[in-house]
């Protein structure tokens, strides 16, 4: 349940009430809100005095439902960037897996700022599958995509594997990832959950969108509400592609809850050659950004070589994306 109260009570009485209420408090838009379980669906008639209104639910999807939150929200990347809410708009967020030495990542912010993408993406901690791959550059990769955010004026994401460098990447990113190997790591879900940065919270490949969307609600209730959630591809029986872009989940996402959806068509297939196919496709069903892995040399590239589109390939994919966003009344920024 969520209760918001007509005011903010002293700090003890608050305390007695989360207390009684095995509540959260969680001031968000000028509301005082108490998060309790949500198979809490009474108020102790003492309480509600206090109570300026009421919501129940079926499970713990609250503070990420639309049932709490009619309107999808708006979450502020920087400036005149912002992502979600009444629009139209579908943000295309481009770059390689990961920063691999200052020439890779200058080439791609330079080409990503004559395409006019406003958002670059490269991790710098990977999450490898295998401790004998490439793991990043760690510190020096940040200090590299700092510098390309000066030089050409690009919004960074980039991802955080662990709570060892959790700090640094809340303070060199404008969106910081949660990995979906990490969608379950309550150490930096509850760390997300005290900055205001906005967090793009991928989909761990074996969750169910319940899991997904819990994980959310980890950060809303720690306090942030600028929480994307990403599509990224389930694991499923079939092997062709590496996992299965789950649009079925995605329209669940955008029909029950009000966070902003980005789409990840290439993590998804896992090979190049489907990537603007599938992006065309999502783009179509009206999300609200994109995902997309470029690389200058993919076949050289230090991970996940075999998905990561070239500069050519990105280019003709962006004109078509502009193309079919026009057709559909979409604007793509
Ligand atoms: C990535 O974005 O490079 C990445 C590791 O993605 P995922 O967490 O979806 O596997
Ligand atoms: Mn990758």
Redesign the pocket.
């Known amino acids: 349940m969520i209760i918001a109260l007509k005011k903010l009570p002293e700090q003890q009485t608050l305390q007695i009430l989360c207390d009684r209420l095995k509540a959260i408090y969680v001031a968000y838009d000028n509301k005082h809100l108490l998060v309790t379980p949500s198979k809490t669906k009474e108020i102790p008639e003492d309480i509600m005095p206090l109570v300026d209104r009421h919501w129940i639910f079926p499970d713990d999807m609250q503070l990420a439902s639309r049932q709490f939150m009619p309107e999808k929200r708006t979450i502020n990347i920087s400036g005149e960037i912002t992502i979600g809410g009444n629009t139209n708009h579908c943000l295309v967020i481009g770059g390689p897996?990961?920063v691999e030495s200052e020439e890779q990542i200058e080439a791609s912010a330079s080409f990503m700022k004559s395409l006019g993408i406003s958002v670059l993406?490269a991790?710098s901690y990977?999450?490898r599958t295998s401790p004998y791959s490439f793991q990043g550059l760690g510190k020096q990769g940040l200090i590299l995509l700092d510098k390309m955010r000066s030089k050409y004026g690009l919004k960074i994401i980039t991802?955080v594997r662990d709570a060892t460098h959790i700090e640094d990447i809340i303070e060199y990113a404008d969106i910081i990832?949660?990995?979906?190997?990490?969608m379950y790591d309550h150490g930096i879900l509850k760390r997300c959950g005290k900055t205001n940065k906005p967090v793009l919270l991928?989909?761990g490949?074996g969750s169910t969108l319940q899991e997904f969307v819990q994980a959310a609600e980890f950060i809303l209730s720690g306090g942030n509400p600028n929480v994307i959630l990403?599509e990224?591809?389930i694991r499923t029986f079939e092997t062709k592609t590496r996992f299965t872009l789950d649009l079925c989940g995605a329209a669940y996402l955008k029909h029950h809850t009000n966070l902003p959806i980005i789409l990840?068509p290439?993590?998804a297939i896992g090979h190049a050659y489907g990537v603007p196919d599938l992006a065309k496709a999502c783009l179509a069903m009206g999300i609200d950004g994109l995902?997309i892995?470029v690389h200058p040399n993919p076949k050289v590239a230090l991970?996940?070589a075999s998905q990561q589109l070239d500069h050519d390939t990105f280019a003709r994919l962006y004109e078509d994306l502009k193309k079919l966003a026009n057709a559909l009344n979409i604007k793509i920024i």
């Open positions: 897996c990961s993406r991790g990977k999450p991802e990832q949660i990995g979906a190997k990490s991928k989909r490949f990403c990224r591809g990840d290439s993590h995902l892995e991970s996940d």
